[in-house]
């Protein structure tokens, strides 16, 4: 999914390893002068970056393994000027939906493992839907920005993936539609092979 940067925030200035009160002190003030929340950005400070961009600025390799996790292994703490905005994420949500077509016949599923469970009558329960692709969005917010476990169309002609506290989408199709969503300029993307290990530890 998507990132978004406040490159207003001189983020070189920040100390991640605060060991002291004063080093805490400095935090905290720098929290407050830059509308830092709880380790988040001020959302109407952020823009929309790439991966690429980001990659440069935090001198980490730019392949098919950069993630949010990768971001945070830098300094084993998310940086404060990095978040996202539901709306940049809705753009390109809207970009896969009109790639595949909108009323495509869609089956999302939400697993109770992967903690996007359904609650009902005290309980959580796996949950299955059938719609439209064009659902996709509304389903996102309404799981407080988060996908189904797997949204998949009717004609198994592909299926969309959602690892567990994964920034990223995984897409099994076939070539004539990896090709559109590859093209894509909207779209951050890479390819992998079948037998490829996509998350490392």
Known sequence: MPICIDKKMPIKEYS???????DLN?????WNKY?????????????????????????IPYNKHID????????????????????????????????????????????????KGFHENEEVVDWLFFGELSELTTLYVEQNQDFPSYFFAENKGWCFCHPEDQGFL??????????????SEFLE????????????E
Not at 26 to 30: S, T
Request: charged letters at 30%; one cysteine or more; a negative charge.
């Open 35 to 59: 509308g830092i929340s709880n380790g988040h950005p001020a959302k109407d400070r952020l823009e929309r970056t790439s991966y690429k961009e980001l990659s440069k600025e935090l001198n």
């Open 16 to 22: 991640y390893n605060a060991k002291s009160v004063e």
């Open 170 to 183: 995984l897409l099994g199709c076939g070539e004539e539609l990896a090709n559109k969503i590859l093209k």
């Open 68 to 115: 949010t996790q990768s971001i945070w292994n830098i300094d084993k703490q998310w940086p404060p000027n990095l978040g996202s905005l539901l709306e940049v994420d809705i753009e390109t949500l809207n970009e896969i939906i009109n790639i595949i077509g909108a009323a495509t016949p869609t089956f999302f599923y939400g697993d109770v493992l992967d903690g």
């Open 189 to 200: 993307c890479f390819e992998f092979d079948q037998q490829e290990r996509i998350i490392k």
């Open 26 to 30: 400095k935090r905290v003030e720098f």
